[in-house]
Every structure is written in C-alpha cells, then in structure tokens.
C-alpha cells in the first residue's frame, strides 16, 4: 500500500482529444508536488480527474492504497483552489471561510474562522462581502475556506496567477508558510517555473498529457531528463560537443544544454558577432550568434549606452551553468 | 434528495462529478413534464386528433374543408401580414430605443426604461380598450378613422413588443466592446459606416432573436385582435375562437389550430436557434459600457421621444382621462358603477377583480414552483454529448407554451378535462393551471439566466470543500435562483392576471376573472358599459403595473429575461 495520494496510469479524455495520457504520480504525506506545464499540458486536467471532477478514462485515483473511482467529489477530502477563487458572492467572507465547517456549534466555527482568517493575515475581515475583497484578499479567503474544511489533500490550480507581480510572491510566500505551518500533502499546478522551485518538495513536469520527469527541484535542474524538459526549464540552445569544446566546455558526452547563466563574456574566449543588446535591470542581455549559428544570450553588468553596441563579444561557456544531456547527439 | 441519499458505488469512469447522480435531475425534470404532458401535450394533442375525426370517423373532410375556404386563407395571410408588419415596426422602432436607453447615460434612464417595459405586461383586452378609446369617432384620434383597421391592429401590437426589442438588443448592445467602433472610426469610417458595417453585424443575432420573438408574439395575438379588430380583421386564433363559441365548429376549430402550431413551432424554431447564438455572442463580451448624451444621438433620442409619447403614453393617457369622463362631467362615476351588477353582469367588476387576484395568485404559484425545478434542470451541463441533446429538447419543449397560443390551450382543456379521468370542469383550479402553464415560458426564461450565470466552479468549489449535490442545491443554486425569483414572480403574477385566451373558455358564468368582464362590457351597446370597461381597464393596469414595479425594483440588475 501506498500511503497518500497515487495516480495510476491516468488518461483523461475530451472527445477525441486526450489531455492526460498515462501519467502516474504519487504525492506523499506532508508532501508538496507541483505539476508544471504549459497551457494546454494537461495539468489542470489531471488535477480535476484527482478531484473527481473529470472522469478518469483510464487508470486509477488511490488515497492509501483505496481506489476513489465511484467516490463523488465532496466525500473525497481533497480540497480545490481555484486560479480566481471562486469564492461564492452571495456570502460574507467569515461565511466563505466557514462553509466546510457547516453542522459544528457556532461559537467552534465562529472562533475557528476567525483563527483561519489570522493565519492568512485578514483579522477581522469576516463581516466583509467577499465582494468587496482585492484579488490577493479573495484568494487569501479562498486559501483560508480550504484549510478550514480540513483535507486530507490541498489541490492548488495555478492559485496565484491571477494576481500581479508583486502580490505574487508574497502571497506565494504566505502559501508556502501555510502548507509547511500545516503539513498538508498539496499537489499544486502552475506554469511558472520559478513558483514551482520555490514552492515544491518535488517537481513533475508534463507536456502534451505525458509526465516527462518528477524529481526534486535541485535534481530536476541538474539533471532534466531530456531537452524537452531543459527546454521548459529555460535551457537553450543546445550545443553538440564539438561546438561545446570550441567554446571552452570539452568532454562532454551528449547534447550540452546552455542555461540563463550558461554562457559568459570572458576576453580570453570565443569572439562572436553581436546580433542584439538589450538593456536590463542593472545590466544588459547581449544576444550573439555562436559559431554554428544559434543565437545565444549572455548576461552583462554593463549597461551600454544606445549607440556604442559592441559589434563583437568574446564568450566561453561556464560548466555550471550547463547540463549535459543523455539525449541523442543531434541539434 | 437529501443529504442522505446514498452515494451510488457505481464503477467506471462516470461516476464522479458535482452535480449528484443524473437521477436526481431526473427526477426533478419528472413533475413539470408530468405537469406539461397532461396540461398541456395531452389537450392541445386531442385538440389536434378532433380535426381530424368527422361524424366519428378518422377523415381529412374537416381538415379540407377548412383548408379549401377562402376565409382560412384570408385570415392566414392577416395573420402573417400583421406579424409581419408589427414585428418589423417594432424593430426599426425599437433600434434607437435599444441604443438610447442601454448606451447612452442620463438622468431619469431608470424610470424611462421601467416605463417602456411596463406596457409588455399589460393584459391584452386592456391594450385593446386603450386603444378603442384613442381611435373610436369620439376619441382624441378619432378623426383619422383608424378604428377597426389594420393600422390600429399593427399599432397596438408594436405598442406591446417595443420593449421585447429595447431589451433584447439592449442588452447585447449595452456589451458590445465600443473599441471595434473606436477602431473603424480610426480608420476612416463616418458613423454611419460605422453602425452599418460594425455595430449591426454585431447585434444581428439579437435583433434577429427580437425579431423571431416579436413575430411569434404578433402570429398569436388574441385578445387585443379581438377588441380591435371588429369583424373585420382576425387571426387564426380569433378564428378558432370565433368557430368554437359562435359557430360550434370544432373539426374546424381543431383544423385551424393545427395551422396555428405550424406557424408557432416555425417561429420558435427560430427564435431558439437565433437565441443560442446570442448566448454565444454575449459569452464573448465584457461589462456594461455607456456614454453621456452627445449630440450625434439626437435621432435616436427624438425617435424614441415620439414612440414614448405617441405610441406608449397617448393610449394610456387616453383610456385615463375617458374613464373619468361622464355624461355628467369629469368624475368617478364609472369606478363607482364598478361596484354594481349593472346590465347582464353576473358579478359585480370588483368581485370579478377579486377572482382574478386569487387565481392568479395560484397560478404564479404553480408556475413558479415548476419554472424553479425546470430552470434547475436546465441549467446543468452534462459533459455527455446525449446529455446535452436531451436537455436542448426539453429546453424546446419547455417553450411551446409561449407560442401554441392559449387560446388552445383554453380550447384543448375544454374538450380533454371535462370528463373521467381528470374531470376539472368544476373545479376552479382549471383557470389556473391554464393561466400557469402560460406563464410558465415566461417564468423559465427569467430563472434561467441567474442559474447559467453560475460559474460551475463554484459548484465544483462546494463540492471539493465536502458539500453534497443537496447542499449545493441549498447553498450556491438557490441563493442565486432567489434573485431572479421576484421578476419571475412579477411576470407569473402579471400575465396571469391579465390572460384572456385561455380564461376566456374556461371561465365559468358566475366567476369570471375582470378581463373577462371587461371584454363583456365592450361587447355591449351603450356609453356606460364603454366607460365601465374604461374604468375596470385602468384598475387592472395599474394593479398590473404595481406587480410589475415591485418585481422590477427586487430584480437584480444583470437579469434580462428578453
């Protein structure tokens, strides 16, 4: 028996479209998994199957080793998180909060509300129409009312991408405080790579319905299984060896994958022509073209003034800013 | 449905989901179909089978005959002139209406918009008396010799529909992004151009659903055809009328409603088809846009200034001031007469308002309670493709009491309820069912929208959060349904009070409702009854009126029925 939540071989299908296609995941106690994916990857898909809210075609939902086909979606314990909320605006916010905790004595629920609402910092809000809430307010309630109804599963669909830049990562913030504070196994979907590291014990990546790749944060960097995951995770381009070696990186035995920081200005290095600068905050991204062609961006401390670009740029590639793949050498 | 109700461990991949177990809609769809199928499918299908039964035999004789008389097809071609003429009016007249009072912003839109809805809701024979009084020799318009005419007919149904068409388009103008118009502007283009080639392609959907609807209202007027009309001009529906209570001529009858449902199912053949795109076309668009009053929009605002004037005010205006007009002056003696049994009135015109209150109190009930249950039927989405299928028909079938006419309605109970097994002919809760089972199209269309306004997240956010499908019924459906509930009300209470099809034959001698009594008085020579009608009429718009007002001012803002 596996302890908290396995996904076996699930296959979701629209019609004739397939959005999951055999994907197997297991998210264990107290553990956080994000699935992340580009729009149209299948994630929030194989998110609703685990909720109940799409039925499996395929395959298995299991919560410690029982199998949850024929188990509606509200007695399954597993929590969703809407992108918007989806707070109902007929009720108050203490009301909102309070929903899952329908049938306790009033003063239980009254003070567990206002606890809940402490927590994800709105004291007082609960007299509120949720009406009246600002984006990161509502979800900070739609957080609370999850919690409050006590899951033995949190199902996060891209919870904080509704919201700006700023609002962002600080409620990313309160979220990952919340779910460590609680221990809460959490599947969490998003597209945005850097929300998933900062927030997942481990990463599962899905493109197209399959999973490419589950691994820990730090492994999945280090060591993604294929370009395709590279890709994703922001590597490219991708070099054969012999173009590696030129540019200072011998010895590799696969396809090198070149990461934001893969590729420096090192006076000693490759001269190659500059195609574009861009200024940056604090610096500029200077785009040159290697010697095979590919356009490749180097990062810069130097903001250049608009008329003095450099019309050469000498670079190297820095190891530990780039992986060597196990694919098949082909670029 | 409760919250007890064992959960179904069915294997396979349907058996999750939010909405419970398909039986449970099912189950709630089963009452209003039972209802539908016995009030309604059971004696217009009767009503049907009579056309084509002669002397005892199945025969096509009375059908033929019917379909071979000159008269049929004069009063057919009446019938689609005057549907044709009047919804037509209603849209070029409605157009500037639409654009005034949901794109531009100023003070008093609110009561201009109340005003313009108010006359929809009237009772026909009132409209009808409202118009008699503007248009006979001794009325403000008599002069132009109208009455009895086409015109007046054309008039008094554009007078009824303006607001269908204000409304509808209204609402999807009121939507349109105004940056496809800013851009052809940008381009080049005068206004003109603009609304020619942006701005009515964009509304086309709507204006073609106004249309339909306009058009399936006009094809089955009765009751204000009736009092205008004279005997001169008819409809298939004052036909049936005519052939059933003057003539005894049911084959006939039943032959001339077979040609009436032929008329009606085409034209709610395209009002649904043009509505489901409308649906789609409002999905696309953002909140509600509008801009202070300029100068270019001084002909819509003068068009819509005449139609309010002369088209909705003057007959109203007109029916007020006569019923204060006696022989002995200004005065309420008509209202007083009211209270009397004069001439051969079985009941008094007050008792007769009494009737009509308490019936159509009941009706709104009945009506109500199914319009909830079929709203929620309706509202669900079922992911399978059969699913979807069967609801679209029930949708349909849901409908065909707004066009197949109450006048068979009225007729088919006639002839199906009076004997075993369901003998009502006494009972008066006959008038009732009838007036709901018209009201209740009405009644759908306004719950409807507040319940597909759902976001079924929020659903399937109640249920991940340990709601069972009866608890999210109770808590997020319900709620929501309220908010409509009180137009809907309104409208069940409204056209229930002032039907005349139905109640028409069904109304029993010693318990007539007032509409009823009105169109007797009319029916009567003399000046008195005239201004008694002309009283009971102004009685009956303003409790109309009232209910409507009340609705109007509970409703929430982003329900539009029309």
């Known amino acids: ?331 | 449905m409760t919250a007890a109700l064992p959960v179904p461990r069915v294997r396979g991949p349907r058996a999750a989901g939010v909405g419970g177990h398909p039986w449970v809609w099912v189950a709630a769809a089963v009452l209003p179909v039972v209802f539908l199928a016995v009030f309604f499918a059971w004696p217009v299908a009767t009503l049907v089978a009579r056309g084509f039964i002669v002397d005892g035999r199945p025969s096509l004789a009375g059908v033929q005959d019917v379909l071979a008389a000159p008269r049929t097809w004069r009063i057919v071609g009446q019938t689609l002139g005057q549907a044709v003429a009047g919804s037509a009016v209603s849209v070029l007249l409605g157009l500037p209406g639409a654009y005034l009072l949901y794109r531009c912003r100023f003070p008093g839109r609110r009561a201009l918009r109340a005003l313009v809805s108010v006359p929809f809701v009237l009772p026909t024979v009132v409209v009808g008396v409202a118009f008699q009084s503007l248009l006979a020799p001794r009325g403000l318009l008599g002069f132009l010799g109208l009455q009895e005419s086409f015109v007046a007919i054309v008039a008094a149904l554009v007078f009824f529909n303006y607001s269908v068409v204000v409304r509808t388009v209204g609402a999807l103008w009121a939507r349109l992004d105004p940056r496809a118009e800013d851009a052809a502007r940008s381009l080049g283009a005068g206004r003109l151009r603009v609304l020619a080639t942006v701005t009515l392609p964009a509304l086309a959907p709507a204006i073609a659903s106004a249309a339909a609807l306009v058009f399936l209202f006009c094809a089955s007027a009765f009751g204000v055809v009736l009092v205008l009309g004279g005997s001169g001009y008819g409809t298939i529906e004052t036909e049936i009328w005519y052939q059933t209570t003057q003539l005894l001529d049911l084959p006939a009858a039943a032959a001339l409603s077979i040609l009436q449902l032929v008329v009606v199912t085409a034209s709610l053949m395209v009002a649904g088809a043009t509505r489901a795109r409308q649906e789609r076309a409002l999905r696309l668009s953002g909140n509600p846009v509008d801009a202070p009053l300029r100068r270019g929009d001084l002909p819509a605002a003068a068009v819509t200034a005449v139609v309010v004037a002369g088209l909705l005010l003057l007959p109203m205006g007109s029916l007020a001031w006569r019923s204060l007009v006696t022989a002995d002056g200004i005065g309420f003696a008509h209202y007083v007469a009211l209270g009397g049994r004069t001439g051969q009135l079985t009941v008094s015109a007050w008792q007769a308002l009494l009737n009509s209150v308490v019936t159509a109190v009941a009706a709104t009930a009945i009506a109500v309670v199914l319009g909830l249950l079929v709203s929620y039927v309706l509202s669900r989405r079922p992911s399978s493709p059969r699913g979807r299928r069967f609801l679209r028909g029930v949708d349909a079938v849901f409908m065909l009491p707004l066009g197949v006419s109450a006048v068979t309605v009225g007729f088919g109970f006639l002839i199906t309820l009076n004997r075993p097994p369901l003998d009502l002919r006494s009972s008066w809760l006959l008038i009732p069912v009838a007036q709901a089972m018209v009201a209740l199209p009405l009644v759908v269309r306004t719950l409807l929208p507040t319940l597909r306004a759902i976001d079924p997240r929020l659903h399937e956010a109640a249920a991940s959060l340990g709601a069972a499908p009866a608890r999210i019924v109770a808590t997020i459906d319900l709620p929501f349904a309220l908010r409509g509930l009180g137009l809907a009300v309104g409208f069940a209470f409204a056209t229930s009070l002032g039907e005349f099809g139905a109640t028409s034959f069904l109304a029993r001698p010693d318990r007539p409702t007032l509409p009823v009594v009105i169109f007797q008085l009319i029916g009567r020579p003399g000046a008195e009854n005239f201004g008694m009608a002309l009283a009971a009429s102004v009685v009956l718009a303003v409790l109309t009126a009232l209910a409507m007002g009340l609705a109007e001012w509970i409703r929430p803002r982003e329900v539009n029925p029309w």
């Open chain 1, 1 to 331: 028996m596996v302890a908290g939540l396995q996904v076996a071989d699930a296959v979701v299908r629209y019609g004739p479209v397939t959005a999951v296609d055999r994907v197997s995941l297991e998210v264990a106690p107290g553990e956080v998994v994000a699935l992340l994916g580009a729009s149209g990857s299948g994630k929030s898909s194989l998110l609703r199957a685990v909720a109940g809210l799409e039925p499996l075609a395929a395959g298995a939902v299991r919560w410690d080793g029982e199998d949850l086909a024929g188990v509606p979606v509200h007695r399954r314990g597993f929590v969703v998180m809407f992108q918007d909320g989806q707070l109902f605006p007929h009720l108050s916010v203490a009301a909102n909060v309070g929903y899952a905790l329908d049938g306790r004595p009033r003063a239980e629920r009254d003070a567990r509300v206002a606890d809940l609402l402490d927590l994800v910092g709105l004291p007082g809000y609960g007299p509120r129409p949720v009406t009246a809430l600002s984006g990161g307010q509502a979800q900070r309630v739609a957080l609370a009312r999850s919690l409050a109804a006590e899951p033995r599963l949190l199902l996060l669909d891209e919870p904080l991408s509704a919201l700006d830049r700023g609002l962002r990562e600080h409620l990313g913030a309160v979220l990952d405080e919340t779910l460590r504070a609680t221990g809460i196994p959490t599947l969490y979907v998003t597209h945005d790579q850097d929300e998933a590291f900062a927030i997942a014990d481990r990463v599962a990546v899905l493109s197209g319905g399959r999973l490419l790749q589950v691994a820990e944060p730090s492994v999945l960097w280090r060591h993604p299984a294929g370009r395709e995951v590279a890709s994703f995770l922001g590597y490219g381009p991708f070099l054969d060896p012999a173009q590696a070696a030129s540019l200072g990186l011998p010895g590799a035995d696969g396809v090198v994958g070149v990461g934001p920081d893969g590729l420096v200005a090192d006076p000693a290095g490759t001269p190659c022509p500059v195609l574009e600068v861009r200024a940056r905050r604090g610096g500029a991204e200077v785009t040159v073209a290697l010697p095979d062609g590919q356009a490749a961006r180097v990062r810069s401390r130097e903001l250049p003034g608009h008329h003095e670009a450099p019309r050469q740029l000498a670079v190297r590639l820095d190891p530990d800013g780039c992986v060597v793949l196990a694919d098949p050498v082909s670029v």
